[in-house]
C-alpha cells in the first residue's frame, strides 16, 4: 500500500509560545480545572507579595495561607479520605507546578504537609492516628512537618543518632533534626528515632514538654519558607504515639519518594516563570536600535530554554500517569527529580543573562528562583545520591556502601 501524501489540516492550531508541544491537549477538563484553579490563587494570594515576603525572610499569614490552600483541597491532594481531594497523581503534579511557578517556599510548605507528614500518617498510622490528624491537616486547621535529616546526618538517615527509649508503657524521645520544613508552626511532628526495634516514626504534638523548634535564619534560599530545627529533651509520648505499620528506613524513604515526585513537576514552575520572564523581557528590550529577542544568540537561548522546559514537563506527565497506574518506581522518581531540578537551574541562569543586570533584581522572579531552586537541588536527596540510585538500578551495582 502506498503511503498517503502530508496533508496540511485546517484543524491544526496555530503554535502556542506558552506550549509549544500542545501538552495541554494531554489533560482532561478537570486536570485543566485543578491548574487554573491553583494558578489564579498563587496570582491572587502570593504574587502581590512574595518579592517583598523574599527580601525580608519571612513567610507572614502562614497559618492563613494554609487554611486557604485546604480550601482548594491542595493539602494532602492525592490522598483519599479524612477530608483529602483524593485527586490524582498528574492533577498533583500540576498544582505542584502553579505553586513553584509563584516560589518554590510555597510548594514546599504544600509538599511537606500532604506528601510527608500526612502521607506518613496515612500510609503508616493507626486509625485513631489518620482520624485524629488528618482531616484538619487537610483543611490546613493543623500543620505538620516531617523530622529525618539531622544537623550531622543527611543522606545517610540509617546513622541518625535521635532515639526513643521505652520508660514502662511510655516512650522518651531525645534527638534533634535539622532543616526541618513547618517546624516552628507545625501542631504535629513527624518524627523518625532508632529504637530497640529498628528506626520507627512518632506522631509528636509539638506542645508536648520537652519538644522545641527554633527557627533558622540567615538563609539565603527558601527565604519566604518556614524553616526551623526541632529539639527532642526527654519528650514523653504515650505508646500509642508510634507509627504502627512500619519498621525501618522503608517508613521515611517511602515518604521521601512521594514528596520527589511534587518537585519533579514544582521545579518546572520555578523554569516556567523565569523562562516565561525572559521571554517578555527579550520582546521589549531593545538594545542597538531593536529589541533583543531579535538577535540569533538570544533566540538560541530562548530555544533552548523551551526545549528543556517542556521535555520536563512532558517527563513530569509521564511519571503522573505511571503514579496513577500504580506503576511508578523509586528509581524512575529520581530520574526526573535528577533531570528537571538540574535543568530548571539551568534555565532560571539562562534567563538571568537575558535579563542582565535585571536578573538579579527582585523586580524579576529569575534570581529568586534561582536561589531557591538551590535548595530544591539538595532536598530530597543530592544530585549524587540520585545518580547513584540510576547507576545501581543501571548495572546491578550498588555504590552506596
Known sequence: MSAQPFRASSAVP??????????????????????????????DRVLPGIADWYERGELPGIRELARELGSLGALGMSLTGYGCAGASAVQYGLACLELEAADSGIRSLVSVQGSLAMYAIWRFGSEEQKQQWLP???????????????????????????HAKRDGGDWVLNGRKMWITNGSVAGV????????????????PTDTPGFSAPEIKHKWSLRASVTSELVMDDVRLPADAVLPEVTGLRGPLGCLSHARYGIVWGSMGAARASFEAALDYAKSREQFGRPIGGFQLTQAKLADMAVELHKGILLAHHLGLRMDAGRLRPEQISFGKLNNVREAIEICRTARTILGANGISLEYPVMRHATNLESVLTYEGTVEMHQLVLGKALTGLDAFR
Open 14 to 43: 496555530p503554535f502556542d509560545p506558552g506550549d509549544p508541544l500542545g501538552l495541554d491537549d494531554l489533560l482532561t477538563d478537570e486536570d485543566r480545572a485543578v491548574r487554573d484553579t491553583v494558578r489564579g490563587w498563587a496570582a
Open 136 to 162: 484538619r491537616m487537610a483543611a490546613g486547621e493543623a500543620i505538620g512537618c516531617f523530622g529525618l535529616t539531622e544537623p550531622d546526618i543527611g543522606s545517610d538517615p540509617a546513622a541518625m543518632r535521635t
Open 189 to 204: 511532628a513527624v518524627v523518625w528515632a532508632r529504637t530497640d526495634d529498628g528506626i520507627r516514626g512518632f506522631v509528636v
